[in-house]
Nanobody, 124 residues
Framework: QVQLVESGGGLVQAGGSLRLSCAAS????????MGWFRQAPGKEREFVAT????????KYADSVKGRFTISRDNAKATVSLQMNSLKPEDTAVYYCAASSSVVLPMSGHAYDYWGQGTQVTVSS
């Protein structure tokens, strides 16, 4: 079992930045791909970013490419999402997730463990 706890959400003005963190406990996450997803009110959960177990490979949704950066520190069992140039449409609950898939997954169905989420609100 892997337990994931997100932090770092909050209220920020458009154009601002936030850094989300995901702390893992339980089994080591060093062999898991890690991802960030988000869900806005009335919308389906959507993929944001994912990172391979080594950190060497990353993928991003087109909507955040160039603005968000995912990173990980396996020694500290943490995954981060640096979000810059935030837009009101980035407002959502952001979830951290872990996947045992050998292929870097962009589908939520491929993720085995999920955190409780952290709210990000971007005001215009």
């Amino acid at each position: 079992q892997v337990q994931l706890v997100e932090s770092g959400g909050g209220l920020v003005q458009a154009g601002g930045s936030l850094r989300l963190s995901c702390a893992a406990s339980g089994r080591t996450i060093s062999s898991y791909a890690m991802g960030w997803f988000r869900q806005a009110p009335g919308k389906e959960r959507e993929f944001v970013a994912t990172i391979s177990w080594s950190g060497a490979v990353t993928k991003y949704a087109d909507s955040v490419k160039g603005r968000f950066t995912i990173s990980r520190d396996n020694a500290k069992a943490t995954v981060s999402l640096q979000m810059n140039s935030l837009k009101p449409e980035d407002t959502a609950v952001y979830y951290c997730a872990a996947s045992s898939s050998v292929v870097l997954p962009m589908s939520g169905h491929a993720y085995d463990y999920w955190g409780q989420g952290t709210q990000v609100t971007v005001s215009s």
